[in-house]
């Protein structure tokens, strides 16, 4: 499976990005599909999900902030980020899971700057 990434970049605070990731290679039913982040010194922490059914998790810190946008026909997750916050600041993964195994595209940095 192949994720690819696109969207980074950077921002001043309280302004918007879009980030996008397209999953292919895959087979079987991609269950779950969205991001998590990294920001240095930090775990890698979930910032938003969607399974295949529609069911969203959200970080409490980006609720109400960020939206995850999935099509499923076209295996493709974008989150849209919006009051950008410089806490936001971190290296982006997409993520996907299909059946029991996780895969990880490569990152793509978000700088908020203040």
Aim: proline share 2%; aromatic share 8%; charged share 20%.
């Amino acid at each position: 499976v192949q994720l690819q990434a696109s969207g980074g970049g950077l921002v001043q605070a309280g302004g918007s990005l879009t980030l996008s990731c397209a999953a292919s290679g895959g087979r079987g039913k991609l269950n779950s599909m969205g991001w998590y982040r990294q920001a240095p010194g930090k775990q890698r922490e979930l910032v938003a999900t969607m399974t295949s059914d529609g069911t969203t998790r959200y970080d409490d810190s980006v609720k109400g902030r960020f939206t995850i946008v999935r099509d499923n026909a076209k295996n493709t997750a974008d989150l849209q980020m919006n009051s950008l916050k410089p806490e936001d600041t971190a290296v982006y993964y997409c993520y996907c899971r299909i059946i029991f195994t996780d895969y990880w595209g490569k990152g793509t940095q978000v700088t908020v700057s203040s």
